[in-house]
Nanobody, 126 residues
Framework: QVQLVESGGGLVQAGGSLRLSCAALGNIFSINTMGWYRQVPGKQRELVATLTSGGNTNYADSVKGRFTISRDSAKNTVYLQMNSLKPEDTGVYYC????????????????????WGQGTQVTVSS
């Protein structure tokens, strides 16, 4: 079983910065894509940024130039550096690990399941 543990959310004034972290724990062999999504009440969860194991990134237009996603593959950890925060960045940020291969009984489970974190609140005041 894989668990994603997020940290780094909080309250910040507009123009400030926060850094989110998400560590994937468990008997993990590899993770294809790790990323961040956010959700506000009454709206669907939306993509913020993703990063593949090959180094390809994808950002929402609204965060380009302000947010940076990075990854420590050895630690199965993904980070989101958020600068120049705006009130509209407020929401619950969820970490996603896609296509996770795990080790079960000394063999690689090739199912490639996806896992979500529990979410961390980010609030940007104006």
């Amino acid at each position: 079983q894989v668990q994603l543990v997020e940290s780094g959310g909080g309250l910040v004034q507009a123009g400030g910065s926060l850094r989110l972290s998400c560590a994937a724990l468990g008997n993990i062999f590899s993770i294809n894509t790790m990323g961040w999504y956010r959700q506000v009440p009454g709206k669907q969860r939306e993509l913020v940024a993703t990063l593949t194991s090959g180094g390809n990134t994808n950002y929402a237009d609204s965060v380009k130039g302000r947010f940076t996603i990075s990854r420590d593959s050895a630690k199965n950890t993904v980070y989101l550096q958020m600068n120049s925060l705006k009130p509209e960045d407020t929401g619950v940020y969820y970490c996603l690990a896609e296509d996770v291969l795990t080790i079960v009984d000394r063999t690689i489970d090739l199912r490639g399941d996806d896992y979500w974190g529990q979410g961390t609140q980010v609030t940007v005041s104006s």
